[in-house]
């Protein structure tokens, strides 16, 4: 697999190749018992891919989405470090800061998209060190386990 960096992504939800930015969907929704935000999924904009309203209501959930559009590039990134900032007031509750992190990651981070399906075999083989991000780094992870 070869994916376009921070241009392609893999579906959340189907596995499939996101092939474009305006294919694709940042969703999450609130548990209204405690107002924590959780379940940030990158998925294609698609009924069969999507959160179900109906059920995520079902299980008293609100749910929450952004075209993808609206979270890439400079404008993207300032919009996750504010909503983190508002997090530490207590404006925001996350269920887990990480799974916001890692969406922040998939989205903004060149590479890290396809290195991410062989970060446990990397970190394993002691081939990566588990906290470098440079995009050397992440490329030849993909090359050493993605067959080049
Ligand atoms: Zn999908």
Redesign the pocket.
Known sequence: MKLIPLKQWI?D????V?EKPTDGWLEWYTEKDKSLDSGFRI??H?E??MYNDMTLNQQNRSPCDLSLSLVLGSGGLGYFLFELELSEKGVHKFASIKELIEIIRRLHLPYYEEARLYWNDALRDGFHDGCSFDENTLLAIIQNYGGG
């Open positions: 579906c939800s189907c596995g499939g996101i998925v294609h698609r069969s891919c």
